[in-house]
């Protein structure tokens, strides 16, 4: 619904959702806190002016607000500036100071005293407003499973345009029906060819998004950031971390050996691993049948491929979804409207899917329709829609590109895409000539790390965010791993400690044997035996200190996944393969679309600082000769 909120001695209207199934809003007023001392509420005769609570609807004609064209000036493309963030301008919102002054007002008496103070008081009093009008400050929405997360900084709103992947992008799939599905196609497509399938199911928790299949040795890998192997699984069966390190302790994973390398970048991943490590499982068996020939790891791949592939291509598993799209898709009332403000906030909306037409119709209407207002559809949210699209050779190269001019699918040539349009194939120049928008004024939202945000951004240089859906459960199973996490954290520090002891015993029990005097005199002083029963007993705590830690690093993010831990983590201490792709080509990402409307189309999303590894040791030196030595002793550990 609408709410009126009393601003002081002003009023707007803001959207909340009452029933988000309803077509129309219901608008009712909301009383909050005057602002007393503020700049807002100082100024009422210039916000009494601009600023007009309207009781039409929202898309109606006569609906309106602030006429921020007689009060504010916009940053065009042509005049932007560069901030000192490196982002554009563009976009931004500059007071008209002739129209202050026509009221009789000040812009400098606004901002009487150091801008600081005047700074802090603003914040606080913007922190009381957002919080009376039950709005989370972007802080605190970092804060939770549904925030959108920032790699590389991204000013909102100087883009002009956001594009939008479908499939587990805009439509979340139920993962264990889709997967499954597509399963059980694939089962069959292998069982019509002679290789033994039966007795086996569908395991959605033997893999998740992220890991990385080694075509050559019939593995399942997961590798850290720097592409070393931390855990790893052949069939389904784990492997111990020796052999892990016997196998992998002199190679690397790279990405760029496709031959032998395939990394599950989506979830649409996970029907296709579960498929062929159980099948390498038939292979070292035995019971796969001689007459399919001589077969290795890397051809039993290429045969899972081919029968996945066929579940797709006869379009069976879709027209399956297509009848019975409720059973298959989790709807998400939220993301229409969050659409709906990027629109209206005058972003160009793009739908960029490689689905083709039947299927994007169908299912944009099943999970979109029922969610807009005033008899809106799905396809009055777009400004263009191009379905069958080829990615990633959409973003490569150009391709032919033919308007969708009737129902049924029926398509003609054309060079140029209009506003309003369907279309099938062609390509992302042709997108950025007919719009006259490119490069990082375009914003791509997709799912597939490589598909969708990798080559958006190499090839076209246009700003990217990633999809993945599973944040939410990972949030969710660290906030329940913290006691685990910081009573492993503890005992990694002990042993820290205890062997930093052991080591400085050792090395004054060897100068000893070359008869040279230890690091300090006490050392030095040490007897023998003294010596020995101190190491050995620090000996015996460090080996009963590994007996706990060993099963708890192991456990740790099982929560998650049993087998693979974390998505975004591998081992205790470092991301995983698949966050440093994510840091490296999707600019913000997210659990859900719909995770944009818990902020605004203006947000200017900030990275965190990174922190290097001499980071707090730089800090702990700096400040060791103070009075706060025990402060930073406990801040190191």
Same mark, same amino acid.
């Given at each position: ?10 009023? /707007?209207?803001?959207?909340? @959702?009452v029933s ?12 909050? !806190? $005057?602002?007393?001392r +503020?700049?807002?509420s ?7 002016? /601009?600023?007009?609570?309207?009781? @039409?609807?929202?898309?109606? @004609?006569s609906?309106?607000?602030? =006429? ?6 916009l %940053?065009? +493309? ?8 490196g982002?554009?301008?563009k976009? =931004? ?6 129209h ?20 802090r008081?603003e ?22 499973? &549904?925030?959108?997360?920032?790699? &590389? ?11 939008? =992947? ?48 080694? #075509? ?37 994973v ?5 031959? &032998?390398?395939?990394f ?6 996970v ?7 159980q099948?390498?499982?038939r292979?070292? *068996?035995? %019971? ?27 379009g069976q ?7 019975? $799209? ?14 709906? =403000? ?18 994007? *119709? #169908? ?15 799905w &396809? ?9 699209a ?22 003609r ?34 799912d597939?790390?490589?598909t969708?945000?990798?080559q ?5 240089r ?11 459960e ?7 791993s ?13 042993k ?9 015993? !050792?090395?004054a029990?060897q100068r000893?044997?070359k008869?040279? $005097? ?7 002083n ?19 200190? *590994? ?6 690093l ?7 996944? #049993?087998?693979?831990?974390?998505? @975004? ?5 470092? #991301? ?19 995770n ?8 200017y ?5 990174? %922190?290097?590894?001499h980071?707090?040791?730089?800090y702990?030196c700096? !400040?060791?000769?103070?009075?706060? /030595? ?8």
């Amino acid at each position: 619904m609408y709410t009126t909120e009393a601003l002081g001695n002003f009023s /707007v209207f803001r959207e909340t @959702s009452v029933s988000m199934a309803a077509t129309n809003y219901i608008r009712s007023p909301v009383r909050i !806190r $005057p602002m007393s001392r +503020s700049i807002l509420s100082s100024k009422n005769l210039l916000w009494n002016h /601009v600023i007009k609570c309207q009781c @039409s609807s929202r898309t109606s @004609s006569s609906s309106s607000g602030v =006429d921020e064209k007689s009060v504010f000036s916009l %940053t065009s +493309s042509s005049k932007y500036e560069v901030d000192y963030l490196g982002e554009k301008t563009k976009g =931004d919102l500059n007071v008209k100071v002739e129209h202050l002054e026509a009221f009789g007002i000040d812009s400098q008496a606004t901002l009487k005293g150091p801008i600081e103070e005047v700074a802090r008081f603003e914040a606080e009093e913007a922190e009381d407003l957002l919080r009376d009008l039950g709005i989370p400050t972007p802080f605190s929405s970092r804060q939770s499973a &549904r925030g959108i997360f920032c790699s &590389r900084t991204l000013n909102l709103r100087s883009i002009s345009a956001i594009g939008y =992947d479908m499939d587990y992008t805009l439509m979340h799939y139920n993962v264990i029906a889709w997967e499954g599905r597509a399963y059980d196609y694939c089962m069959e497509n292998l069982k019509k060819v002679g290789f033994p399938v039966d007795g086996l199911a569908f395991d959605p928790d033997l893999v998740i998004r992220g890991l990385v299949i080694d #075509k050559e040795k019939g593995n399942l890998v997961k590798a850290d950031r720097f592409g070393y192997v931390k855990r790893a699984m052949h069939g389904t069966k784990m492997l111990s971390n020796r052999a892990v390190s016997e196998m992998y302790g002199r190679e690397l994973v790279d990405l760029r050996k496709e031959s &032998r390398w395939e990394f599950l970048n989506t979830l649409f991943s996970v029907s296709e691993a579960v498929a062929y490590m159980q099948m390498v499982d038939r292979l070292d *068996d035995g %019971t796969i049948a001689a007459q399919l020939g001589p077969i290795d790891y890397k051809g039993l791949y290429k045969a899972v491929g081919r029968a996945l592939f066929r579940a797709h291509v006869e379009g069976q598993l879709k027209s399956e979804i297509m009848s019975k $799209p409720e059973l298959f898709v989790t709807p998400d009332p939220e993301l229409p409207l969050a659409l709906l =403000d990027q629109k209206e906030a005058g972003k160009k909306l793009l739908l960029i899917t490689n689905s083709d037409y039947h299927y994007t *119709d #169908k299912m944009m209407q099943h999970s979109f329709n029922r969610f807009l207002p005033n008899d809106m559809g799905w &396809r009055d949210l777009f400004d263009i829609v191009i379905v069958s699209a080829r990615k990633p050779e959409f973003f490569q190269m150009s391709h032919p590109m033919y308007e969708v001019v009737t129902g049924e699918g029926l398509m003609r040539p054309c060079f140029k895409a209009k506003t309003g349009g369907l279309y099938s194939g062609g390509s992302a120049q042709m997108v950025e000539n007919s719009l006259n928008i490119h490069g990082d004024e375009i914003l791509y939202v997709g799912d597939h790390i490589y598909t969708d945000v990798s080559q958006s951004k190499v090839h076209l240089r246009w700003r990217t965010a990633l999809i993945c859906r599973e944040l939410e459960e990972e949030f969710s199973a660290l906030i329940h791993s913290r006691g685990h996490r910081a009573s492993l954290v503890e005992l990694i520090n002990q042993k820290e400690v205890v062997g930093d002891l052991f080591n400085q015993l !050792r090395l004054a029990s060897q100068r000893r044997t070359k008869g040279r $005097p230890a690091q300090t005199l006490a050392a030095t002083n040490l007897d023998d035996q003294e010596l020995s029963e101190s190491m050995q007993k620090l000996l015996i705590v460090m080996q009963r200190l *590994d007996q706990k830690i060993a099963p708890m690093l192991e456990a740790d993010g099982e929560l998650f996944n #049993k087998r693979w831990g974390f998505l @975004s983590r591998a081992g205790f201490w470092d #991301k995983s393969h698949l966050m440093r792709q994510i840091e490296k080509y999707a600019d913000i990402y997210t659990s859900r679309v719909s995770n944009f409307l818990h902020y605004t189309p203006f947000m200017y999303f900030r990275s965190q600082e990174q %922190t290097l590894a001499h980071d707090s040791y730089s800090y702990y030196c700096s !400040r060791f000769n103070g009075s706060a /030595v025990d402060d930073e002793v406990n801040f190191m550990l």
